[in-house]
């Protein structure tokens, strides 16, 4: 059985730092890309980054590039998500997800299985 279970969320305030944390089971981590996403309310769930399974490269949305970092901890089965000089815009859901491409890939079609997700709240 597949798991996705984030960790992390939290009230920051503006410019604050958060990591999140993605502890996957149940599958081959390395054979899979990994994605975090997020959700506002109100709005659809868009992609925010990626790493792709055991190429190493990273992918992010322009509106966290510069801010954000994805890594992986292949010994932990993990994948993180460093915010840093985070803004009010940045408060949504965040789930990760894990996709059987080999590649990053921004569609959220692409990636079979979720987690539960894990509330970033930023104030101003």
């Known amino acids: 059985q597949v798991q996705l279970v984030e960790s992390g969320g939290g009230l920051v305030q503006t410019g604050d730092s958060l990591t999140l944390s993605c502890a996957v089971s149940g599958l081959t981590f390395s054979r899979y890309s990994m994605g975090w996403f997020r959700q506002a309310p109100g709005k659809e769930r868009e992609f925010v980054a990626g790493?792709?399974?055991?190429?190493?490269?990273?992918y992010y949305a322009d509106s966290v590039k510069g801010r954000f970092t994805i890594s992986r901890d292949y010994a932990k089965n993990t994948v993180y998500l460093q915010m840093n000089s985070l803004k009010p815009e940045d408060t949504a859901v965040y789930y990760c997800?894990?996709?059987?491409?080999?590649?990053?890939?921004?569609?959220?079609?692409?990636?079979?299985?979720w987690g539960q997700g894990t509330q970033v709240t930023v104030s101003s």
């Open positions: 790493s792709a399974g055991n190429v190493g490269s990273t």
């Open positions: 997800a894990a996709s059987e491409f080999r590649l990053v890939v921004k569609s959220r079609d692409a990636y079979a299985y």
